[in-house]
């Protein structure tokens, strides 16, 4: 696996393999790997002839410098971890060579952005197209992979990718979780012992909520799930939401709704965790 820091030599690498006309997929990451990162990796290598894979905290998406700080780094461990999964390259660049000027590039993909994670990390969404599209324009995927834990984050590369008529495919991956139902998440290796055993609870109460929608109304559902977080008193919930998957617009009924999904973003301890499962 070759390893780039620099922009020219990535993309003299990237001219050569696609004058071999071999196809290209990206992962897009911030390091720190879990299984649900390498099972982005294994579906790139599966689909592509050269998979690139990124390692870059953007510092431009954390609108908390505490978080940006304490966010963890494993660069070794990451590199070692994407060679064994058959990636291609890595691109691990320093924050001048991504921005070696501020990029004040200004997105609004209107509702989609300002709801959950958009109302919640202002500034947050603005950051991530700006760095998901200098990727895309550095390596110019055939294909690019994205999680479905981050699913607002998946809904606005879409459209990004729709609105600029970016010539790639979005390929949207399944969350994956461990064994008791928590989501993998880089941030999963900041909780100590007993929060580690409670952060189940955040899938639990999911599951248990979208068992009731045929006799709830989204607000019930909504409800409930509030009040059986409410129960697990380390839990400080920053929202429970219940949206329409295709447009992320609040629900109050489940008239004239294809997909339903609820969503939650939690504090445990000293991280902020999110989650989502679709309802129908
Ligand atoms: O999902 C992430 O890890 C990041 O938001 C991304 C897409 C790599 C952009 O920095």
Redesign the pocket.
């Known amino acids: 696996m070759q390893v780039f820091n620099r922009i020219t030599d990535l993309r003299k690498y990237i001219d050569n393999e696609r004058k071999a006309g071999h196809t290209i997929g990206l992962v ?3 390091g720190a790997l879990h299984e649900g990162h390498l099972s982005l990796i294994g579906k790139a290598v599966n689909d592509n002839d050269v998979v690139v894979a990124s390692v ?1 905290v ?1 510092p431009i ?1 954390f609108n908390n410098p505490s978080d940006l700080e304490k966010y963890p780094r494993t660069p070794e461990k990451d590199a070692s971890l994407l060679e064994k999964n058959g990636c291609s390259a890595v691109f691990m660049p320093s924050v001048e060579e991504m921005y070696p000027e501020k990029v004040n590039d200004h997105y609004d993909f209107g509702q989609i952005e300002h709801v959950m994670e958009g109302a919640c990390r202002p500034g947050h969404f603005n950051g ?1 197209a700006i ?2 599209r200098k990727l895309f324009d550095i390596v110019r995927p055939d294909k690019a992979y ?1 999680g479905e834990k ?1 699913f607002q ?1 998946l809904a606005i590369i879409k459209k990004m990718v729709r609105d600029y008529n970016i010539p790639l495919e979005i390929v949207p991956c399944p969350i994956v979780r461990d064994s008791d139902g928590l989501a993998k998440s880089s941030r999963n290796m900041r909780l100590n012992t007993a929060e580690r055993a409670i952060a189940p609870k955040i899938f639990a109460v999911l599951n248990d909520s979208v068992k009731h929608y045929k006799t709830m109304t989204p607000t019930e559902m909504h409800d409930y799930a509030i009040r059986k977080y409410g129960e697990i008193k380390d839990f400080d919930v920053e929202y429970v939401e219940i949206a329409d998957e295709t447009t992320l617009c609040h629900l109050d009924s489940w008239e004239k709704c294809e997909h339903a999904r609820i969503f939650v973003a939690l504090q445990l301890g000293p991280v902020r965790l999110i989650d989502n499962l679709r309802i129908f």
Do not use: A, G, I, S
Request: proline share 8%.
């Open positions: 897009p990451t911030m870059f953007n998406q991530v760095v998901v994205f981050d984050q």
